[in-house]
């Protein structure tokens, strides 16, 4: 069995304009430390990650703890946005059609593709291992919509405020075998957006 440990990073600076290089807050820099606490009595035998910093600097004491470098795949970053990809009001409609995006930006689908198939070679590269992989929330949640459909909206928007937030997915080949919600730390998420979750 493939054991994979899905890290969704913690509390970024939510004003920091430019979406590759925005860091984590003080607080998601102490709230990384439930990663490393909750990874270090486990067998990590490979961290993958988004490339974006948020994702890895959620994860690098854990990757420094066990003395692994961080994999970066770029397939594996968050959704891309359009111009007018703040608004988050479109969460419902993109969830409603995965085909959807706003000009310039990525539909559901997209990430989901480009997601899945970096995952999929992970899987196949590390058959019977256990491995990390820094995600973030809409990557995240286009991945568990693949294994399991009924994963839509609501499901997302209740997991939007877990930054950080760690779930496992059991695997034996590419098939989903377990499914383990292990820790989280509840954040706001940006306080113009709590409007869109009612």
Not at 49 to 73: L, N, Q, V, W
Not at 87 to 93: A, E, L, T
Request: hydrophobic fraction near 30%.
């Amino acid at each position: 069995m493939t054991r994979v440990y899905f890290v969704r990073h913690a509390q970024p600076e939510h004003d920091w304009k430019e979406d590759r290089t925005r860091p984590l807050t003080e607080e998601g820099k102490k709230d990384s430390a439930i990663v490393l606490e909750f990874l270090k009595d486990k067998k990590i035998d490979a961290f993958y990650c988004s490339p974006y910093k948020r994702s890895m600097d959620t994860i690098a004491d854990a990757a420094a703890f066990f003395g692994k470098e961080i994999i970066t795949d770029e397939r594996l970053r968050e959704r891309e946005k359009g111009p007018d990809g703040n608004n988050h009001g479109m969460f419902q409609k993109r969830w409603a059609d995965h085909d959807y995006h706003e000009e310039g930006g990525e539909s559901i689908a997209m990430v989901q593709n480009r997601n899945i198939e970096a995952l999929n070679e992970i899987l196949s590269d590390n058959t019977d291992k256990d491995i990390v992989l820094g995600t973030h929330g809409t990557a995240l949640s286009t991945i568990l919509n693949f294994y399991d459909n009924s994963f839509g909206c609501e499901d997302f928007l209740r997991i939007i405020d877990w930054m950080p937030y760690i779930i496992e997915l059991d695997f034996e080949g590419d098939k989903l075998v377990g499914k383990h919600e292990h820790c989280y730390v509840e954040k706001e998420f940006k306080d113009n957006q709590r409007a869109d979750k009612k």
